[in-house]
T-cell receptor, first 110, second 113 residues
Framework: SQQGEEDPQALSIQEGENATMNCSYKTSINNLQWYRQNSGRGLVHLILIRSNEREKHSGRLRVTLDTSKKSSSLLITASRAADTASYFCATDEGGFKTIFGAGTRLFVKA | EAQVTQNPRYLITVTGKKLTVTCSQNMNHEYMSWYRQDPGLGLRQIYYSMNVEVTDKGDVPEGYKVSRKEKRNFPLILESPSPNQTSLYFC????????????FGSGTRLTVV
């Protein structure tokens, strides 16, 4: 079963705009991770936020986590054409599994 | 360079012909995992391994086998492949489960005809 569910499924924006993607999950988690995947290639880890953190920044990325709502958001500021990719959230449950969502496809138009 | 290496990148095979996809990491990671990626379904975990000789099933283990005889290697074995195992496969590793994000291999695109 898929725990993380990203929203929207697809997003098209102009270069320079901000892109926001959301992720919802169902059970208690230890941490939540965001990954990026360029077409057909391996996933690249972007950022991890632990369950006791509310916000984290890395360069143009900002991640928030609301454990009461079981949701997270990934904000990419001042997007570039090179940000075009699929973005996945993943959650680490209490056991030994990491569960990935179906992803958000982001297209940034130059 | 720290990396996860999968081989082969592409494979076309026939139904029932046993195959092995290799995965090797050079980061001394304890945790390794196999995923398959299908359109609209995201990544689904097949098997994972917490350490040498310790493996367990993920969400979709049917039709697959794994072994972890050495820390660096975690091969995925399809004893009798079927067309529904046509997919994009990824191996991933981390120091331990949930330690800070996974390093993924470049993927193996498998077609079973």
């Amino acid at each position: 079963s898929q725990q993380g569910e990203e929203d929207p499924q697809a997003l098209s924006i102009q270069e320079g705009e901000n892109a926001t993607m959301n992720c919802s999950y169902k059970t208690s988690i230890n941490n939540l991770q965001w990954y990026r995947q360029n077409s057909g290639r391996g996933l690249v880890h972007l950022i991890l936020i632990r369950s006791n953190e509310r916000e984290k920044h890395s360069g143009r990325l900002r991640v928030t986590l609301d454990t009461s709502k079981k949701s997270s958001s990934l904000l990419i500021t001042a997007s570039r054409a090179a940000d075009t990719a699929s973005y996945f959230c993943a959650t680490d449950e209490g056991g030994f599994k990491t569960i990935f969502g179906a992803g958000t496809r982001l297209f940034v138009k130059a | 360079e720290a990396q996860v290496t999968q081989n082969p990148r592409y494979l076309i095979t026939v139904t029932g012909k046993k195959l092995t996809v290799t995965c090797s990491q050079n980061m001394n990671h304890e945790y390794m995992s196999w995923y398959r990626q299908d359109p609209g379904l995201g990544l689904r975990q097949i098997y994972y391994s917490m350490n040498v000789e310790v493996t367990d099933k993920g969400d979709v283990p049917e039709g697959y086998k794994v072994s972890r005889k050495e820390k660096r290697n975690f091969p995925l074995i399809l004893e009798s492949p079927s067309p529904n195992q046509t997919s994009l496969y990824f191996c991933a590793s981390s120091y331990f489960q949930g330690s800070g994000g996974y390093t993924f291999g470049s993927g193996t695109r498998l077609t079973v005809v």
